[in-house]
């Protein structure tokens, strides 16, 4: 089954960072549009931040502007999530996804065309 895999996640100190990966090893990722997602306990899954294969550019939601960056090596096949000043409320399940009809990010939120979740990387903001 081919999926993208995360890791990077782990327990840190509110204002702390990490950065998050996600492996495509079997997706030719210069094709695609590539998603963050998050999934806090009890809530709905979000799309966070989007990476777009034409030109790099990113869109991120207003609750991570300004403090997470998005960015994508496509000969490593890798998507990256650079998290700084987190916060409590960060704290959630992190997942990346493939927008399989778009090179360029649509809308956060919008799509309904993300394929190849991964099991997904977790991430504690606590003291």
């Known amino acids: 089954q081919v999926q993208f895999v995360e890791s990077g996640g782990g327990l840190v100190q509110p204002g702390g960072s990490l950065t998050l990966s996600c492996g495509a090893p079997?997706?030719?990722?210069?094709?695609?549009?590539v998603g963050w997602f998050r999934q806090a306990p009890g809530k709905e899954r979000e799309e966070i931040s989007c990476?777009?294969?034409?030109?790099?550019?990113?869109l991120y939601a207003d609750s991570v502007k300004g403090r997470f960056t998005i960015s994508r090596d496509n000969a490593k096949k890798t998507v990256y999530l650079q998290m700084n000043s987190l916060k409590p409320d960060d704290t959630a399940v992190y997942f990346c996804?493939?927008?399989?009809?778009?090179?360029?990010?649509?809308?956060?939120?919008?799509?309904?065309?993300?394929?190849?979740w991964g099991q997904g990387t977790h991430v504690t903001v606590s003291s």
């Open positions: 079997g997706i030719t990722l210069g094709d695609y549009a």
């Open positions: 996804a493939a927008d399989i009809m778009r090179r360029r990010c649509a809308v956060l939120g919008q799509s309904r065309e993300y394929r190849y």
């Open positions: 990476t777009s294969a034409s030109d790099s550019s990113a």
